[in-house]
């Protein structure tokens, strides 16, 4: 079993930057694949991003790509999400999750976390 707690959420105007990371317990995190996934208020939950168990293979939201970068640390158990030129349609609780196999779809995750909130002010 898995255990998720992400970190870094916060306020921060348009076009600023933030870091989010998912701490992740047990040791067979270097098995699962992991990815983001946000939802804003009255909206279904969407996938940002998904990265392998490896590393080596990563997928973005068209939404996101060329601002967002996903990346993990396998030795410290832990996932990143590197938000840049942050807009106010982002605004929303973001959640990192844990899977068999790297998937942007929801249903594909075993594991949650509980989510921070990112608010990005125009």
């Known amino acids: 079993q898995v255990q998720l707690v992400e970190s870094g959420g916060g306020l921060v105007q348009a076009g600023g930057s933030l870091r989010l990371s998912c701490a992740a317990s047990g040791r067979t995190f270097k098995r699962y694949a992991m990815g983001w996934f946000r939802q804003a208020p009255g909206k279904e939950r969407e996938f940002v991003a998904a990265i392998s168990w490896s590393g080596g293979s990563t997928y973005y939201a068209d939404s996101v790509k060329g601002r967002f970068t996903i990346s993990r640390d396998n030795a410290k158990n832990t996932v990143y999400l590197q938000m840049n030129s942050l807009k106010p349609e982002g605004t929303a609780v973001y959640y990192c999750?844990?899977?068999?196999?790297?998937?942007?779809?929801?249903?594909?995750?075993?594991?949650w976390g509980q989510g921070t909130q990112v608010t990005v002010s125009s």
């Open positions: 999750a844990a899977a068999q196999t790297t998937s942007s779809y929801s249903h594909d995750y075993d594991y």
